[in-house]
């Protein structure tokens, strides 16, 4: 089982800057994939951002320019640098990883519990 620490979140003014990390640990789980996605209230989780082993990153539009998000893949963390924060990235932020265990042919996903990002305007 791959367990997931967020840490980061919380309230912040529109304009400011938050960063969120997260660890995944686990025996036998070789990470491919790690990124976050966000739910804000009444609407369905989302992509921000993913990143690849290969260090390929995909960014939702709505945060391009402004998100960054780091890797290490030797430790399996990931961070969200997220800058000039709006109103509307209010939302939990959920870790994402994929990944396959040894010896299967099939992709795991794991989630992190959320953590809350506020950003008031």
């Known amino acids: 089982q791959v367990q997931l620490v967020e840490s980061g979140g919380g309230l912040v003014q529109a304009g400011g800057s938050l960063r969120l990390s997260c660890a995944a640990s686990g025996s036998g789980f070789r990470v491919n994939v790690m990124g976050w996605y966000r739910q804000a209230p009444g609407k369905q989780r989302e992509l921000v951002v993913i990143s690849t ?36 990235d209010t939302a939990v932020y959920y870790c994402y990883v994929s990944g396959l265990y040894s010896g299967s042919l099939y992709n795991s996903d794991y989630w992190g519990q959320g953590t809350q990002v506020t950003v008031s305007s």
């Open 53 to 88: 082993r290969n260090g390929n990153t995909d960014y939702a539009d709505s945060v391009k320019g402004r998100f960054t998000i780091s890797r290490d893949s030797a430790k399996n963390t990931v961070d969200l640098q997220m800058s000039s924060l709006k109103p509307e």
